[in-house]
């Protein structure tokens, strides 16, 4: 299965980690350089692509129009929702969202 991960954050990270472990083919797209430094230790460097996930080259060189799952676990709601129904003809789209409640 091809899935395409957006955030390199904590749950973005282990999310690929996890999937890796069970032979799928991941996808991660980060743009933070702090975040970017830290998954390059963590993960293989084929499976980070560095760029914008907006940006439509970034989103191809990941394999997106091949996706089989999208995941957006980026820490902006809005964008992961506007990840979410941009997405392309993925079977599967899931999004993290924080809650007003959460972020009191």
Known sequence: MIVVIIGGGRTGAQLARVLLSQDH??????????????IHKEL?????HEGDPMD????????IQDANVFC???????????HQF?????????CR?????NKS
């Open 25 to 38: 083919e991941v996808h991660l797209i980060e743009s933070r350089p702090n975040v970017l430094a830290r």
């Open 44 to 48: 293989p460097t084929e499976v980070i």
């Open 56 to 63: 439509p080259k970034v989103l191809e060189s990941a394999k």
């Open 72 to 82: 957006a676990t980026s820490t902006e709601d809005e964008e992961n929702l506007d």
């Open 86 to 94: 941009d997405v392309y003809d993925a079977l599967y789209a899931w």
């Open 97 to 101: 969202l924080e809650t007003a409640k």
